[in-house]
């Protein structure tokens, strides 16, 4: 089955240090796909990033840099730089994309891991 | 502005009331769902449809009750069966369901008094 961990619940940092929000997971599948998304205070989730099995680069958007590793089944998240608005819930999920007739692959998100940037 | 629209934002309901969630999406997306959370807690889902007049139970589906009559919208009813029902509620749509992106609504924040 489906297994997204992410072991730190809660992160404390002050502005401008650097930050990694760890994600590991489990799945049998050879095909599927990892997403983190951010949680603000308002509570809306906020689409980061999609990454799929097969695709293994590194990627960096601005401050925010991901990093796959399939040998340790991990994909994690760096913020450089951090700043108060990072201030958020951040979820790791992940989707198996499975065989082409099986129809619906949900999406299983880990417990999150909760990063307080203070000035 | 293309986006997804929960209401009400607070929804307080006293026990063995039946209750609506609204969700509504503009960015003609086949795929929606419904996740609950819990402080603490991922989210959990609840139900999912993957194209109009089609839903499927998710994980924690018991309690809850879906329609979807029109592609835009997708209502959640929480009923007096569920034992628990005070979390937040989120509401998302992809294009695709499963592998692509989810986008999600604002949420609303149900309290049983």
């Known amino acids: 089955a489906q297994k997204v961990t992410q072991a730190q619940t809660e992160i404390s940092v002050v502005e401008k240090e650097d930050v990694t929000l760890d994600c590991v997971y489990e799945t049998r599948d050879t095909t599927y796909y990892l997403f983190w998304y951010k949680q603000p205070p308002s509570g809306e989730l906020v689409f980061l990033i999609r990454?799929?099995?097969?695709?293994?680069q590194n990627e960096i958007s601005g401050r925010y840099s991901w990093n796959f590793q399939k040998s340790t089944s991990s994909f994690n998240f760096t913020i450089t730089a951090s700043q108060v608005v990072d201030s958020a819930v951040y979820f790791c999920a992940l989707s198996e994309a499975g065989a082409m007739n099986t129809g619906f692959q949900k999406l299983v998100f880990g417990t999150g891991t909760r990063l307080l940037v203070s000035p | 502005d293309g986006g997804i629209t929960q209401s009400p934002k607070y929804l307080f309901r006293k026990e063995g009331q039946n209750v609506t969630l609204s969700c509504e999406q503009n960015?003609?997306?086949?795929?929606m769902y419904w996740y609950r959370q819990d402080p603490g807690q991922g989210l959990r889902l609840i139900y999912y449809s993957q194209i109009v007049n089609d839903f499927q139970k998710g994980d924690i589906a018991e309690g809850y009750s879906v329609s979807r009559e029109k592609k835009e919208s997708f209502p959640l009813t929480v009923t007096s069966a569920q034992k628990n029902p005070t979390a937040f509620y989120l509401c998302?749509?992809?294009?695709?369901?499963?592998?692509?992106?989810?986008?999600f609504g604002p949420g609303t924040r149900l309290t049983v008094l």
């Open positions: 990454r799929n099995s097969f695709d293994e």
């Open positions: 998302a749509s992809s294009r695709l369901a499963g592998v692509d992106e989810q986008f």
């Open positions: 960015l003609n997306h086949d795929a």
